[in-house]
């Protein structure tokens, strides 16, 4: 690999860097094999795209890739610096305004073959993006875990394409100046739930933490901090976080299917969610306690706007020491 093409754009602050040529030859295979025969062989692709001296922790790469599943017209897998993602809203919404850019997609839908899943995906004539997630739930609520340092933290543990655990802000603001606290805190959360040996159903590693607060834009239901799993955090409300979060409500009866939900993030942009009942129980009455995790199934809907920052060649020189990237 001597270069790449790649567009970069921002999701409502969050970067995606899409890598449209260059990449390595991995035709005839699944989404899902393209990220496993990554990760084994073409791991250099993934940290010389997105990690220092070419990118920074929170940029998420992407790589445009042809679908399997006839009924995709795209395929993609996403990456960040410590490793591979199985979905990533912000990086959808940042896939199709780049497709747009190039002019490959109109006004109208898109089917996403995804490493977890086949996607839907509108580009509305306005140039937002609404991302039809995979089916999301709740598999644990009102979870105690015990925190060094911190003391019992209750959260829920919910699956929105990856994991994540749910808690409120515990006494701190979700303010971008408290951003070393928070970040301290949900590392430590973090290290507490792999300590315990707790994880999604599946064995997935629970590796995004979302904190919630109360919101400061009039027009959100509230506003959070998500720390990912390369240790930035995600300047977007988050796409998978708030199928999550959606998922959530949607147990516990507190949001209605077809219901807007505003999340803001920490640096004050703003992401509508809402979502259909696909399958599982039916949700609590509204006001009941948690309890379970209910598995109750959603189809969340997403919506935001990508903005393309760049469009550029990367350059790898055989002989440059960091051609790789700087790894963390």
């Not at 449209?20 to 094999?33: F, K, R, S, W, Y």
């Not at 997630?133 to 543990?157: F, H, K």
């Not at 949607?250 to 703003?270: C, H």
């Amino acid at each position: 690999m001597s270069s790449v093409h790649v567009i970069d754009s921002h999701t409502e602050g969050e970067p995606t860097r899409l890598v449209i040529d260059g990449g390595p030859d991995l035709t005839g295979l699944t989404v899902a094999e393209i990220r496993t025969e990554l990760a084994k062989n073409h791991d250099g692709m993934r940290s010389a795209v997105v990690c220092e001296p070419r990118g920074s922790d929170a940029v998420v790469g992407a790589l445009l890739c042809e679908p399997s599943d006839p009924s995709a017209q795209v395929g993609v897998v996403f990456f960040n610096n410590v490793g591979y993602l199985g979905m990533c809203g912000h990086g959808t919404i940042g896939l199709i305004a780049t497709l747009a850019h190039m002019g490959r997609l109109a006004a109208g839908d898109i089917m996403v073959e995804t490493p977890v899943g086949l996607v839907r995906a509108t580009l509305h004539d306005d140039g937002r993006v609404s991302v039809f997630n995979i089916p999301s739930y709740r598999s644990a609520a009102s979870l105690s875990v015990d925190v060094p340092g911190y003391g019992t933290v209750v959260g829920d543990v919910a699956y929105g394409g990856n994991w994540f655990f749910l808690t409120k802000d515990n006494g701190m603001e979700t303010d971008l100046a408290n951003l070393d606290a928070l970040t301290r805190f949900s590392v430590a959360l973090r290290n507490a739930l792999t300590s315990k040996g707790i994880k999604g159903d599946d064995g997935g590693e629970i590796d995004h933490i979302e904190i919630f607060g109360a919101p400061k834009r009039a027009d959100a239901d509230s506003r959070n901090f998500v720390l990912c799993p390369g240790l930035a955090y995600d300047r977007s409300p988050c796409g998978t976080g708030l199928s999550a979060k959606l998922a959530c409500l949607a147990a516990d009866g507190k949001l209605a299917p077809g219901q807007v939900w505003r999340q803001e993030s920490l640096i004050g942009s703003l992401f509508e969610g809402q979502f259909q009942v696909v399958g599982g129980c039916d949700p609590l009455p509204q006001g009941s306690p948690s309890g379970k995790g209910n598995h109750l199934r959603i189809l969340p809907q997403i919506t935001g706007r990508a903005f393309i920052t760049a469009e550029s060649k990367l350059i790898f020189d055989p002989e440059d020491p960091f051609r790789n990237g700087i790894l963390p």
